[in-house]
């Protein structure tokens, strides 16, 4: 009887030694604990160097927010677009004052008037615009808000007629620009404490 090769009985059972595969898991050579691990990151100093690459990229963020500041032409140029407004304003108000007491102003009033108050309101526009983002900035204009519009409201109510051609101008202009400044929702707030003062001291704002 003629024996089997190796051969024809690997052919016969229809599987070739070469076709078994190896599914198990090989374990690592060298087995290292996470606190290894860790021990030997600090020890390289990767860390430290990633550290030291991101705080110079912040700190080169924040010395290119600072190179990028707007110049002062440009500070210049966006205050002149209020300025110029606001002060036909203060003359409109100066107008208007004398025309409710029935006087008539004369040229040399209306120019003395502005001389002495334009370059004061262009200072207060310019920081302000500079600073406006500022938290101090907006409690200021907070405060002068509800002071110039209770303090005007009061004169127009009891005031002297003299008094009130006096101040009443540059009152109406500074209540208008802090409100213009001020962000939305202070700006309500002190429209609504104003509002509430007149109605506490029973004052009138139609007459």
Avoid: C
Avoid at 33 to 39: K, L, M, N, W, Y
Avoid at 68 to 82: C, H, V, W
Wanted: cysteine-free; charged content about 20%; hydrophobic content about 45%.
């Amino acid at each position: 009887m003629a024996k089997k090769t190796p051969k024809a009985a690997s052919s016969s059972s229809g599987v070739k030694p070469s076709s078994h595969s190896d599914d198990t898991p090989r374990k690592p050579l060298i087995e290292i604990s996470e606190e290894e691990q860790r021990r030997l990151v600090e020890q390289s100093g990767i860390m430290k160097k990633f550290k030291e690459v991101t705080e110079g990229e912040n700190s080169a963020l924040v010395t290119e927010y600072i190179e990028e500041k707007m110049p002062l032409p440009d500070e210049l140029f966006n205050a002149s677009l209020f300025i110029i407004p606001f002060s036909f304003l203060l003359l409109m108000m100066e107008i208007l004052i004398h025309q409710q007491y029935r006087q008539n102003p004369t040229m040399n009033a209306l120019i003395e008037r502005m001389v002495s108050g334009v370059p004061i309101l262009s200072i207060f526009i310019f920081y302000i615009l500079r600073y406006k983002s500022y938290r101090v900035t907006q409690i200021l204009l907070f405060a002068v808000s509800i002071l110039t519009s209770s303090r005007m409201i009061y004169l127009i109510n009891r005031g002297p007629w003299l008094q009130n051609m006096q101040q009443d101008p540059p009152l109406a202009t500074l209540w208008i620009l802090a409100v213009v400044m001020l962000d939305l929702g202070p700006s309500v707030l002190s429209l609504l404490t104003t509002g509430s003062f007149v109605w506490y001291k029973g004052l009138k704002l139609f007459f």
